[in-house]
């Protein structure tokens, strides 16, 4: 059952997020009655599997909230900003409910209180849906249900289905073993139900949700027959029958007592709508499918089992490359053949596990779409928020570690950034604010740019606050770029005033901290009164880094590629004239980290060394290390807790001969060296 | 009465640092591995030896004698790795190769055996050692070797032993 909650909940996350982007879209066309209608399913398939699986209370306010859109729906109440709000509160409230135990304190009052809400729309509308009570009075129909021959492969449990279907009324089941051709596509058992519910005939097709050629549904009777013993009987009849129950011969029968109920019973009056309902309900368990129908070629995976997989692949990386240095070695045919096909094959699976790592931006940004409105209502802001590239797909690590950078970035477009609306036009700009993100490749990387059309930032600010900071002295010459990069330092902020929503004056510095940790690199840029752009430059992914190999004091070092902007040698007279401390290259200083003296024991005797130049914060140093011994690809393991002292290193790769070489963190490094 | 007894036994790694005998706990021990060579990762804890290969995965290596303050271990034929697990920080396992001189044997070690731990000498040495147990021959210290080695210093646990040997 556990599993089955696993999946509930990850299909419910599904709904709620594609309901949340559908409110998001409602908001600004309050009339689309396709949306109104998608986001009542929506509303309507959660709480049948709530039920399903014991959330009561989730079950019973998505009762309450899709009553609110059945009314919309029948034109009953407009959609406003008020239940769009309600629809938001209900979504967080089953968010929660999920994260939770559903009896916290917190949530019962949220729970309250959303009801309460909900309520006072209710009872706008609740006087029309007096007048149509009658749909509440119980009513008998058959129910078919004839699995597909694969059912018992489907993970679906039997019970669970059983239960969904003996939860809605007084039922009986009957069970028979398929007969004739349908053996051939179908599940050796079909089961029968007559069926006894108040449901309104109009959602009874809904509340069975599954594949349509799976289920039948047909309405005996607008009234209870189950309490007519005739029709029992005749029922107890059919159940001595293996065969399938006729239903146009039963629907006789209940005719005759039909006619007879009905002149007890006025209340009945849709008759005309019943003749209908066989048509009516395949159009909706059309709708039905089409959102429960995700894309069947795709399937979800346990992002631990694509990490072990991961895992299986560097193994397979490293003994590729032990199998390589063999074949070079001993000299056979045979051998060097297939430690190419060994090679190829390996690259393939190499790139098609990372490719299913990556997940498109898009995943995560609801929740900024969310935030964007829900920051800007709070204050009283008016802003668009575009997206463009958001199908542009990353690894899901760096997804995953993005979403926080990325939160603080919105949230200062909005807390700083964007003016009030009286403001902008005074300012004769729209008096709508602009967020916009654009996401896209280059060259290997991926490339995020956060733009908005607000303030900007006043470099005379930053600058002032920097020297009382004491970051600057008050006559250092900076450059605009330089001066408003001074924001990334540690504890710097312009705001004196601390919101719960930004100016606590780490933000920028924890943007660029997290960015740095999944190896990217981030730049601001902004123009008083025109607004900021925020570029991130990302690798596309994490596990696999590309490297130079380097031999230090007989030690093997990694520099990642993507940092190294050239390689050249120098003689050891050379380095050790003057006990160099910098080259002058270009009219540039480029400072001289000798590797050489700092890791290991030094070798005697060497003429020649390595130079590799590294890039950091736009400049240029010259790493100085033995050999440069080639590429290597990578698979980066941590060096763990023990060494988590040690900022040298970034981590470890294993290498063809299964020796270990360390990968040199120069960012880090330089740093140190720097203060 | 004899079964209860037994019932509170536990198994323990018996191995040498220089001299001394010192014991872990078999729960906390993952396999004992013969010396193999050691990737030296500069400018780290003079204790940190380096890292090693172990089945495709990196494994922090840490030299015992330093960490205890006992000088450094020396590489002979009987010089090996004993792979540990310990509970970390947020209850984290973290795999951990320590270099010991000689792994001698594994005893059982009944709880009414173990004698306190010494409360002469510097109070927080003592407190990373469960306790003492006499064997016929020799003196073992019982270590209890999460809390050894997740702190950040040398504890130079002969000095207080030497102590106790005398008292």
Redesign the interface.
């Known amino acids: 059952m556990k599993k089955y909650l696993q999946n509930f909940k990850d299909e419910a996350n599904k709904l709620l997020n594609s309901t949340e982007e559908q409110l998001l879209l409602l908001e600004n066309d309050l009339i689309n009655e396709e949306l109104i209608a998608s986001i009542y399913r929506g509303l309507h398939t959660i709480k049948g599997v709530a039920g399903m699986f014991d959330f009561k209370n989730v079950a019973k306010i998505a009762h309450k909230t899709e009553n609110i859109f059945i009314a919309v729906q029948d034109s009953k109440i407009a959609v406003d900003e008020q239940i769009i709000s309600i629809v938001y509160d209900f979504v967080d409230y089953v968010r929660e409910s999920f994260s939770e135990e559903e009896g916290s304190k917190i949530l019962q009052i949220q729970g309250k209180i959303l009801t309460d809400n909900i309520d006072k729309i209710t009872t706008i509308f609740q006087a029309n849906i007096d007048t149509e009570n009658d749909e509440k009075i119980d009513k008998t129909y058959y129910i078919l249900f004839q699995p597909d021959i694969n059912f018992d492969e489907r993970g679906i449990n039997l019970e669970t289905v059983f239960s969904v279907i003996e939860s809605k009324g007084e039922t009986i089941r009957f069970e028979k073993p398929t007969q004739g051709e349908k053996i051939i596509t179908k599940f050796y058992l079909f089961w029968e139900y007559i069926i006894v519910t108040n449901i309104p005939e109009k959602n009874i097709a809904e509340e069975f949700f599954f594949e349509k050629d799976e289920i039948k549904i047909v309405k005996l009777s607008d009234s209870n027959i189950l309490k007519n013993k005739k029709f029992k009987k005749k029922i107890e009849e059919l159940n001595s029958s293996q065969d399938k129950i006729n239903i146009e011969e039963l629907k006789k029968n209940i005719y005759e007592y039909k006619t007879i109920k009905q002149k007890d019973k006025k209340k009945i009056k849709l008759h005309t709508k019943q003749q209908q309902n066989e048509t009516d309900n395949k159009e909706k368990y059309d709708l039905i499918k089409s959102i429960s129908e995700y894309e069947t070629a795709r399937i979800s995976v346990n992002a631990k089992q694509l990490d072990e997989l991961m895992g299986f692949v560097s193994e397979l990386i490293t003994t590729k490359e032990a199998i390589n240095i063999i074949s070079e070695t001993i000299t056979n045919n045979k051998l060097t053949q297939l430690a190419e096909n060994l090679e190829k094959i390996s690259r393939n699976i190499q790139n098609n596990a990372l490719n299913m790592r990556l997940i498109p931006l898009e995943s995560i940004m609801l929740k900024f779409k969310r935030l964007v409105r829900d920051l800007s209502h709070k204050q009283k802001k008016e802003i668009i928020f575009k997206t463009d590239g958001t199908d542009t797909e990353l690894d899901k690590t760096i997804i995953d570690r993005l979403a926080e950078p990325l939160m603080h970035i919105f949230r200062n477009s909005i807390d700083h950034g964007i003016e009030p609306p009286e403001e902008r036009i005074k300012l004769g700009k729209s008096r709508k604010g602009k967020i916009k993100l654009y996401a896209s490749h280059e060259s290997g990387n991926v490339i995020i740019q956060i733009h908005d059309d607000g303030r900007g930032i006043n470099p005379e600010l930053i600058r002032k606050k920097a020297i009382e900071k004491g970051l600057i002295k008050s006559d250092e010459k900076l450059s605009k770029k330089e001066i408003i990069k001074l924001i990334f330092t540690p504890r710097f902020s312009t705001t004196n005033k601390t919101t719960s929503i930004s100016g606590r004056g780490i933000g920028m510095d924890i943007i660029r901290k997290k960015i740095l940790d999944v190896r990217g690199e981030v730049d601001i840029d902004s123009e008083v009164n025109l607004g900021t752009y925020v570029t991130i430059k990302l690798p596309l992914t994490l596990s696999i880094v590309d490297t130079l190999l380097v031999m230090i004091n007989n030690n093997n070092y990694l520099i990642p590629k993507h940092l190294i902007s050239r390689v050249s040698k120098i003689s050891k007279k050379d380095l050790e004239t003057n006990n160099k401390k910098a080259f002058f290259n270009a009219n540039k200083i480029v400072p001289v980290i000798k590797l050489i003296d700092k890791f290991g024991e030094k070798q005697q005797n060497k003429e020649m060394y390595q130079i590799v130049y590294v890039l950091r914060k736009e400049k240029n140093y010259a790493l100085i290390v033995d050999e440069i011994i080639g590429d290597h690809q990578a698979v980066l393991k941590p060096l763990g807790e023990m060494f988590s002292s040690n900022k040298n290193f970034s981590g470890a790769s294993i290498l063809g001969d299964s020796s270990i070489a360390l990968m040199i963190d120069t960012n880090k490094l330089i740093k140190k060296i720097n203060s | 009465m004899a079964t209860k007894k037994q019932q509170k036994a536990d198994s323990f790694i018996i191995f040498k640092l220089k001299n001394e005998y010192f014991a872990i706990n078999v729960k906390k021990v993952i396999r004992i591995l013969e010396m193999q060579?050691i990737?030296?990762?500069?400018?780290?804890?003079i204790y940190?030896k380096g890292?090693?290969?172990i089945r495709?995965?990196?494994l922090?290596v840490?030299d015992s004698r330093i960490k205890f303050g006992m000088g450094e271990v020396e590489i002979t034929m009987t010089t090996c790795i004993l792979v540990l697990k310990i509970i970390?920080?947020n209850n984290?396992i973290?795999?951990?190769g320590i270099l010991v001189d000689n792994v001698d044997e594994v005893i059982q070690i009944t709880e009414q055996n173990i004698l306190p731990p010494p409360n002469i000498g510097e109070a927080y040495k003592s407190k990373y050692i469960i306790g003492m147990y006499n064997d016929d021959k020799k003196l073992i210290m019982l270590l209890d070797i999460d809390k050894l080695?997740l702190t950040?210093e040398i504890i130079y646990l002969n000095e207080n032993k030497s102590e106790i040997v005398n008292v």
Do not use: Y
């Open positions: 060579k990737t030296e990762v500069p400018e780290s804890p940190m890292v090693i290969n495709g995965d990196i922090p840490l970390g920080s984290k973290i795999k951990i080695l950040n």
